[in-house]
């Protein structure tokens, strides 16, 4: 069992940085994959970024690629996510997400394979 909290969520500019944060609590964090994915009103949860257990192998949705970097701290069972370059279309609930099985090589994009879920952490970006 695996519990999540995000934080790091805001109000920023456009153009400006956030770094987002999930702790979690749980034996099995640091063998399982961690993926973000967010939610913007009126729209389906999509994916954002993931990471494989020991960190070495990540993944990113097209449209953050460059602005955004997925990392974890496995002694302090923390995923961070590194966002710059903010756009308004960044604006979104951004949530944290751990998978079920253990020491894959891979991170899955897709929200079907995680299944734990964090609260959500709201990130507002202005124009």
């Known amino acids: 069992q695996v519990q999540l909290v995000e934080s790091g969520g805001g109000l920023v500019q456009a153009g400006g940085s956030l770094r987002l944060s999930c702790a979690a609590s749980?034996?099995?964090?640091?063998?399982?994959?961690m993926g973000w994915f967010r939610q913007a009103p009126g729209k389906e949860r999509e994916f954002v970024a993931a990471?494989?257990?020991?960190?070495?192998?990540?993944y990113y949705a097209d449209s953050m690629k460059g602005r955004f970097t997925i990392s974890r701290d496995n002694a302090r069972k923390t995923v961070y996510l590194q966002m710059s370059s903010l756009k308004p279309e960044d604006t979104a609930v951004y949530y944290c997400?751990?998978?079920?099985?253990?020491?894959?090589?891979?991170?899955?994009?897709?929200?079907?394979?995680?299944?734990?879920w964090g609260q959500g952490t709201q990130v507002t970006v202005s124009s």
């Open positions: 997400a751990a998978a079920q099985t253990r020491f894959g090589s891979n991170a899955s994009t897709s929200q079907y394979e995680y299944a734990y």
């Open positions: 749980g034996r099995t964090f640091s063998s399982v994959a």
């Open positions: 990471i494989n257990w020991s960190g070495i192998n990540t």
